[in-house]
C-alpha cells in the first residue's frame, strides 16, 4: 500500500513541476482541456452505472431480499455438534424427553448418554441376581469408578434393585433416565435451579425459541462427575511470527 | 512554436483518469467494478442498491471459493437488545472458543486472525491484563491456581471505536450489535488504538481462507470475506444471532462457561444472570458500557 503512495506522489509532483515550468498561454487551454477531460469520464462512468440500475431485475435474484430472510427464520435450525470431547459418548438424539418444571417453553433435552447397546439394563439383569449387599465389581462394570460423594455410596442408592431400568429419588419415588436431573437435584440443589434457569450447563438452538438442554449426566460422569482436564487448541502465533 | 498533439493530449488524460478511477481492476473496465467503486455507505444503500451489492457479492464469493455462497442482510429485530456472559469460574481456557469462531466467521488462517483472545492468570493476583499470559500451551488445561479469561469484542453502547471511526464504517446497530462495513472501512486502524479491550484485528495481509472451510452462510456485516487492508472483530456471530440461533462459541463451549441472549427478555439466561450472580464488568471505570459481563456462578 505504501509503495503504491510513494509512487502516485512522485507522479503527482512532476506533473506539477512539468505545468508550473510552463508560462506561454496554450497552458490555460491544456490545463482547461484536463478538466474536460476528466469530467467526460466521469460522466460516462455515472451514466454506466445508471444504466446498470435500470436494468429490470433478474428472474433469479428476486428484489425482495428481507422478507425471504424472514421465512428463512421460521425454519428449524441444523444440528450443530456438541462438544467435541462428548462425541463418542453422546448418542445421536432421539426422542428428546419434554421437562415440564422448566420455565418458558417446552424445551427438548438431550437423551441420557448410554454406552452403545446397554440400555435397557433389564437386557443383560433379567436372568441375574443382584446383591443388595455392597460388593466390589469383579466381573462386569469394571470400568465404573465410583468417585462420587461419600466413600459409602455405591449402585443401589440410584439405581433400583427390582427395576434394574430405572432410577429412584431418596423418597422412593421411581425416575427414568431421562429425568436424572431429579436425581442429582436432591443434593446439588442450587445447581438444578440455575440449570433451570439456563445459567448451568450448555444451552444450544435457538436463544429465542426452543433451546436444547444437555442432562448432568452428558457432560458429569455420574459416576465420577468431576471435569477431567483437557488438552487446549494452539495459542495464537507470536506477532513477530505473523506471515 | 510547435502546438502540441490536442488529441494525443486529451486521448492520454482520459486514459489517466480512467486509470484513477479504477485502481485494481487490472485493466479488466466492467460494469461490475464501476459499482463496486461507487459503493455507498451500509447504512445510505436503498433496498434496490443494497440487493445489487449482495448479488455482486454472492457472485464474486462463488467464483473465488467455489460454492454457493450466500450473502444476506438481516436486518435487528425489534425488541432485542443482545447481550453477553461468561463464567469466569467455569471457563478452562481449552480455546475451542477461539477455533469454531474462526471456522464460523472465516478469519484468515494465513495471516492468523482471532477474535478471541484468552488470558491466562494467576488466581491470587485476581484480573491483572499485566501479568496475563495468551500464549500458554500445557498438555492440560485448567492448571492449578490459574484461571481464564476469554476476551473479544464487549460491543459497548458508548463504544469508543465507533466514536473515532473518521469515515463511520463503525456504528452499532439497533440490537446492540456493534458491526463494521468491510468495504468503507479506509483501514486507519484508529478503533484498534481507541479499543480497550484489544478486540479489533487488521488484515495486513490479503486473509486466506481455505476453501473447503469456508463457511458459505454469510452475513453482510458479520462473516462475509474481508479484503485487505480493513479492520474485523466479533459480531456476536450475526448471521447466527439475527435468525435465532446461539453464537457459534456458546454452542461449542465443552463447559457450558458462555452465556446468550436478550436483555428484553425476562426469562433469558443473561437476564437470570445479571440479576442473581456476581457480576463483573472488565474495565468498567472506563465507562464504555458493555455488552459483555463476566460473572462467578458458583
Redesign the interface.
Known amino acids: 500500500m505504501n509503495d503504491e503512495r510513494g509512487t502516485m506522489n512522485g507522479r503527482g509532483c512532476k506533473m506539477k513541476a512539468k505545468m508550473s515550468c510552463r508560462k506561454d498561454p496554450l497552458f490555460i487551454i491544456q490545463h482547461s482541456s484536463f478538466i474536460i477531460a476528466l469530467g467526460c469520464g466521469l460522466l460516462i462512468a455515472f451514466s454506466l452505472a445508471r444504466s446498470e440500475e435500470n436494468l429490470p431485475p433478474t428472474k433469479d435474484n428476486p428484489p425482495q431480499v428481507k422478507e425471504s430472510q424472514a421465512e428463512k427464520k421460521d425454519s428449524p435450525p441444523e444440528k450443530k455438534d456438541g462438544p467435541p470431547e462428548k462425541k463418542d459418548a453422546t448418542p445421536p438424539p432421539q426422542s428428546p424427553a419434554p421437562v415440564e418444571e422448566v420455565p418458558g417453553d417446552v424445551i427438548a433435552v438431550a437423551p441420557p448418554p448410554f454406552s452403545p447397546g446397554i440400555f435397557p439394563c433389564s437386557g443383560c439383569h433379567e436372568d441375574l441376581e443382584l446383591s443388595p449387599i455392597p460388593h466390589k465389581m469383579t466381573k462386569r462394570h469394571k470400568d465404573i469408578v465410583l468417585n462420587h460423594g461419600p466413600a459409602d455410596r455405591w449402585c443401589l442408592d440410584c439405581h433400583t434393585l427390582n427395576n434394574i431400568d430405572k432410577l429412584h429419588l431418596a423418597s422412593g419415588k421411581l425416575i427414568d433416565f431421562t429425568e436424572s436431573y431429579k436425581l442429582c437435584g436432591q443434593c446439588h440443589g442450587p445447581t438444578l435451579r440455575d440449570w433451570k434457569a439456563g445459567e448451568h450447563g450448555k444451552r444450544t438452538g435457538l436463544w429465542s425459541g426452543k433451546k436444547e438442554y444437555l442432562l448432568c449426566a452428558n457432560c458429569h460422569n455420574p459416576h465420577s462427575p468431576k471435569f477431567q482436564p483437557i488438552k487446549p487448541l494452539p495459542p495464537p502465533v507470536r506477532p513477530k511470527d505473523l506471515r | ?1 510547435e ?2 498533439g ?1 488529441r494525443e ?2 486521448k492520454g ?2 486514459l489517466a ?2 486509470g484513477l ?1 479504477l ?1 485494481g481492476c487490472e485493466g479488466k473496465f466492467n ?1 461490475t467494478d ?2 463496486a467503486f ?1 459503493q455507498k455507505n451500509f447504512r445510505e444503500l436503498s ?6 451489492v ?2 455482486r457479492l454472492e457472485k464474486e464469493y462463488s467464483e473465488q471459493y467455489g460454492q454457493p455462497v450466500s450473502v ?4 435487528p429485530k425489534e425488541g ?1 437488545s443482545f447481550a453477553y456472559a461468561l463464567d469466569l469460574s467455569r471457563c ?5 472458543c ?2 469454531a469462531c474462526v471456522k464460523e466467521n472465516n478469519q484468515s488462517r ?3 486472525i ?1 477474535w478471541i ?1 484468552v488470558l491466562e492468570m494467576d488466581k491470587e493476583k485476581g484480573v491483572d491484563i499485566e501479568e496475563s499470559n ?9 492448571r492449578p491456581g490459574k484461571f481464564y479469561m476469554p476476551v473479544a469484542c464487549h460491543h459497548c453502547d458508548k463504544a469508543p471505536c465507533v466514536k473515532v471511526c473518521p469515515v463511520r464504517a463503525t456504528w452499532q446497530e439497533q440490537d446492540g450489535i456493534v458491526v463494521i462495513d468491510y468495504d468503507w472501512c479506509i483501514g486507519c486502524r484508529c478503533c484498534m488504538s481507541a479499543c480497550p479491550y484489544g478486540a479489533r484485528h487488521f488484515n ?2 490479503q486473509p486466506h481462507v481455505p476453501a473447503e472451510e469456508f463457511n458459505p452462510e454469510t452475513d453482510y456485516l458479520g462473516n462475509r470475506p474481508r479484503p485487505k ?1 480493513v479492520v474485523e472483530k466479533c459480531c456476536f456471530c450475526l448471521q447466527r ?1 439475527r ?4 453464537p ?1 462459541c ?7 462457561a458462555r ?4 436483555l428484553l427478555d425476562p ?3 443473561v437476564r ?2 445479571l440479576e ?2 456476581r457480576v463483573f464488568i472488565f474495565k468498567e471505570e472506563l465507562k464504555t458500557l458493555p455488552r459483555f459481563y463476566y460473572y462467578f ?1 458458583i
Open positions: 512554436m502546438e502540441p490536442r493530449w486529451l488524460l482520459s483518469a480512467a478511477l485502481p460494469e464501476l459499482q461507487f433496498k434496490e442498491e443494497l440487493r445489487k449482495l448479488e444476506k442482510a438481516t436486518p432485542v478452562i481456557g481449552c480455546r475451542r477461539v477455533y494465513t495471516p492468523q482471532h483472545t495468551i500464549y500458554y500451551d500445557p498438555d492440560t488445561v485448567p495486513w495481509g487492508g444471532v435468525q435465532g440461533k446461539y457459534m456458546v454452542e461449542v463451549c465443552p463447559v457450558g452465556k446468550f441472549g436478550n426469562k433469558s439466561e437470570y444472570i442473581n450472580k456462578g
